[in-house]
């Protein structure tokens, strides 16, 4: 849920990227922070893992938008993909306001996130969150490999419930930034609900 810094007058609010292993969550975050400006963004900090190739989790503020005279800060932080970090991962999403579910676009990993998206559900449940009811937006990564599904056949097997979704390609940051905007839109509607 978010904070209130009263003394600095900010909305301190947090979004989780997750998805499967090497599905482009880094890619995202890092693509995001090297094009922000240097005065609109915190310091990036990351704890590598001995067995994963990505970052174990970033942590990046953004200034964007005021609601009632506080700036919106949003903090973006990535989950590990591998089940095995599953204890990681919960921790992650403690108080989180939006989440970004990031799929691998490639044929062969369509089972990896199927499970991670029920992992994804679990984990909300075990805290007391209902993904149903978060402010929530799927990006279909890796639009530019080979062998990779239709957006339709994607939408069929992890987007039921009709949420934002948008292709995109990280490495290039193609709908890198339409994700990102769409979810931090989504947050600042429940805030201004004040839930």
Known sequence: MSFINYALREINCKIVYYGPGLCGKTTNLQYIYQKTAPDARGKMISLATETERTLFFDFLPLSLGEIRGFKTRFHLYTVPGQVFYDASRKLIL?????????????????????????????????????????????????????????????????????????????????????????????ILIDLKKGK
Do not use: H, W
């Open 94 to 186: 403690k108080g989180v306001d939006g989440v970004v579910f990031v799929a691998d676009s490639q044929e062969e990993r369509i089972d990896a996130n199927i499970e991670s998206l029920e992992n994804l559900r679990i984990n909300l449940t075990e805290q007391g969150y209902d993904l149903d009811k978060l402010p929530y937006v799927i990006q279909y990564n890796k639009r530019d490999l080979p062998d990779i599904m239709f957006v339709e056949e994607l939408r069929r097997e992890l987007n039921p419930t009709d949420v934002p979704e948008f292709a995109a390609c990280a490495t290039t940051g193609e709908g890198v930034f339409e994700t990102l905007k769409a979810v931090a839109r989504l």
